[in-house]
């Protein structure tokens, strides 16, 4: 390569570029092709089978865990392929990204398209109308002239787009087939993006809230946080819920008795910090929508409050604690106490809260889940918990591997009495109880577009399955003497040919319409020019 | 108890309507016996006719049918003549289809012609809405019947519970066959396939034949999750939308045979569109019932649609969220996009026909499986089918 040949250097990397450019738009055009579109559709469609056969992390993560305790050869691998997260793997992104580009290179064009012939008449007749797939020809003593008016008027008046030229005339209807099939894929690319806006800047929540307590919509506030991908802990709407009071109702007699009547939360909330506060009554399916996020009731149960004093005389714990219902029929509800910090050693409690306490063959049940008759059984321990290891620990489990069970008699506890606890331990009472319910928050910006999107899809898929484009074409001739109609007629002045042609007419119904459209011409050119029993001959050639 | 009368009555009525519909699928296998013989019959005197100049066997051109349907007593002297679809292909027209409307009424005339074979004149049978042939007339009519009688079974079951009588797997499938004979006979009226009746009855009595015997359930209260005014929105979609889909896998089925039929016969050199005899020759041209497959689904797509929006709405009202991937959900998911494909690849050269055809069976297979195998192998938050 030297300085005075600067031209060959210049053609050749012009004609890289253009190769380049010319690989890329055959990609795109490949890319943008029915058939790759079918291929991608079919790729999706198989995509999800194994999300649907295989537990998913994030609809059933216990699922999961048991399918790799029970194929522990298997699992490793089917998960390095992502396939316990099937929808949010890399591969059915792919597939989706993709089809959705495809999508939006073929429709966008073609919306463009439309755009420009929408203001454009319609075509030219073709000269041979018998050789489309419905003609008929009929013959009228009207002249040429005055029955392409009549028809061009007739036409415009079924609201066709008319056109007319040297002996003919051309009308076309049904843009809104068209209009329906891009609004349909338009509004696909539009639930996609909402899709992925409430997967982006969405996050869900968990929150287990203590009647009397308060808490904060914040990471430290919500028991369990899902953010969006673009979400950190500042971006939470800055609200807080005080529940007042829970209400639960049930069917106090007859087969139903203890079937759930009503359930309500007497809740009161503000906005942001300091905020006024506002009372909301929280029901079943009535979720609360502050900010934009809502606040659903999921459930509800039964956190009894202890004070417990250790050897020294010191109150060490003094608390409502959350118990976890085991059964929903009489709500026998389990829990834990643990006071890692009692001297001489640190004490905890596992034991059931009962609502309605009965003995049934000499073992303690609940028989309503109304609290009628609140009893707590509990077992006592002493020892180490094992919490100062740095291990997060569920407040729900108590680790006794490192304690053991103290000599306390099992007595069931009303409300008020204590258990005393052997060698100077100290004392635990059972004060009282408090109702919790537990609250889901969803945030989910793009849940309003995504139902617009479906809508207008569905919206779009009706109109296009239901309006046909069809085109109509008359053309007008002077009769000769030797046309066969003309022969048999007295006068004729004119023969006129119609044709029509559809090129979406997937419901069917064209034949009937061209016909429909046949007789109506056949009656304004009859009022235009009274003929007596003139002939139709129909498909002559 | 009243309830469980009503519950008892409503069995019975369903044991009625299934008794009827086996009745009228008999009445349909003797219509194509009849019209068979007077198939050969026909082609015998076919050859006779054909010495002294009858102009019997040509088709009946579309252009005359649709003069003689026209308002204003359109009708002339019809000439024959096909129009080449070559000519069409210019204006990026649908196949036309001029010998459909003569195959569809060709089932239909009375003494039974062969499809495509009417007399060369047009016949007012040949347009009417009804069917012509004596034995058709009679398996419709009881067809029409066994659907009222499944109609008021499902009436009285739903009284009895106080409730829409589509809670469980069995009353699911009751409904969904019921969805299916009313698919039937609405096309039947609409587009004159009455020959369908044989191949859709076949199904719908088999499944409703399992769904009483071994998937029964007594009539009962709803489980609470499904106490919600979208049980009739959501739900009632997806009946429709899957009785329409069983319609068009039915006649896929035959469109499948047919086509096969007629292509073999092209290569045997040119018997001619169904003859190689047999059901396949009553029936009408493959191009006639894939059409009448592709409206099927045309019908039942947007009903699907509408369904999977409609569960999503109630989704998100029940559970917080309006799509989670259940396996319901994935199913309905899969469904979908498969017809999508379906009908996409009906537009597509090159897939158009049996491929086409074949992706439709794999969208009903979806349909099925969600029906059956997430029902019964699957947990999932759409748990309902009450089997044990």
Known sequence: MTADQPAPAGQTDAQVRLGLAGW????????????TALVLLFLLALASIPGSLLPQE???????????????????????????????????????????????????????????????????APRHLSRLPHSVRLSTPAGPDEALACASGMLAARRFRTRRGDGWVSAEKGYLHEVGNLVFHIALLGLLASVALGALVGYKGNRLLVAGDTFANSPTGLDVLRPGRLISGGDLQPFSITLDRFTARYVSAGPERGQPAYFGAALR????????????????????????????????????????????????????????????????????????????EGLGFAGVFLPTAVGVNGRLASAFPAALFPRVSLVSYAGNLGMDGGQPQSVYNLDISRMHQLAVRPVPLAPGQSITLPQGRGKLTFQGYRQWVSLAITYDPGQFPALISAIAALAGLILSFAVRRRRVFIRALQASADDELAAAEPAPHAVVEVAGLTRSDAAGGFEEEFAELVGQLRGALDRVAPASDAPVLVKGE | MVGSQL?????????????????????????????????????????????????????????????????????????????????????????????????????????????????????????????????????????????????????????????????NMFEFIVAISCAA????????????????????????????????????????????????????????????????????????????????????????????????????ALLPRAQALDRLAYRAVLFAFPAWTFGVIAGAIWADHAWGRYWGWDPKETWSFITWVVYASFLHARATAGWRGRRAAVIQLAGFACVLFNLVGINLWVAGLHSYAGLH
């Open chain 1, 24 to 35: 890329l738009r055959w990609g795109w055009r490949q890319l943008t092709s029915m058939r």
């Open chain 1, 58 to 124: 994030g609809i059933n993560p216990q699922a999961v865990s048991q399918y790799y305790a029970a194929h522990p050869a298997l699992a490793p691998f089917l998960g390095r392929l992502s396939a316990f997260n099937v929808f949010g793997a890399p591969w059915f992104a792919a597939i989706y990204l993709l089809l959705f580009t495809s999508l939006a290179g073929c429709v966008l064009p073609r919306a463009f398209r439309l755009a420009r012939s929408a203001g454009q008449p319609p075509p030219n």
């Open chain 1, 269 to 344: 909330y503000n906005t942001s910090p300091g905020a006024p506060m506002r009372p909301y009554n929280l029901q079943v399916n009535h979720p609360l929508i502050v900010d934009g996020v809502r606040v659903f009731l999921i459930g509800h149960g039964y956190a009894p409050v202890f004070k417990v004093t250790d050897g020294t005389g010191a109150v060490v714990y003094d608390q409502a604690t959350p118990f976890i219902p085991l059964e929903q029929a009489g709500l026998t509800s389990a829990g834990v106490v643990k006071v890692p910090d009692a001297r001489p």
């Open chain 2, 7 to 167: 519950a008892n009555a409503s069995n019975f009525t369903l044991d009625l309507a299934i008794a009827v519909y086996a009745v009228a699928m008999l009445g349909y296998a003797l219509d194509l016996m009849v019209r068979g013989q007077a198939r050969v019959a026909g082609m015998a005197a076919r050859g006779a006719g054909r010495e002294g100049g009858e102009p019997a066997g040509e088709p009946v051109p579309a252009e005359a049918l649709v003069a003689a349907a026209a308002p204003g007593g359109l009708a002339g002297p019809a000439s024959a003549g096909g129009m080449s679809p070559a000519d069409l292909a210019a204006f990026g027209a649908e196949p036309a289809e001029p010998s459909e409307l003569a195959d569809l009424a060709g089932g239909g005339t009375d003494a039974g012609p062969p499809a495509g074979l009417s007399p060369g004149s047009p016949d007012p049978a040949a347009t009417s809405r009804w069917p012509g042939s004596r034995w058709l007339r009679r398996a419709f009519a009881l067809t029409c019947a066994g659907l009222v009688l499944q109609l008021a079974a499902m009436v009285l079951r739903g009284i009895a519970e106080h409730r829409l009588p589509w809670g």
């Open chain 2, 181 to 280: 004979v009313l698919a039937l006979v609405g096309a039947a009226v609409r587009f004159r396939s009455y020959y369908m009746g044989l191949f859709v009855l076949l199904p719908v009595v088999v499944a409703l034949g399992v769904d009483v015997t071994i998937v029964y359930t007594a009539a009962g209260p709803l489980v609470p999750a499904l106490q919600s005014y979208w049980l009739g929105v959501h739900v009632t979609a997806m009946i429709i939308a899957m009785g329409m889909f069983i319609f068009g896998a039915v006649v896929t089925v035959l469109y499948l045979l047919a086509e096969r039929s007629e292509r073999r016969a092209a290569a045997a050199g040119g018997a001619g569109p169904g003859g190689t005899g047999g059901i396949l």
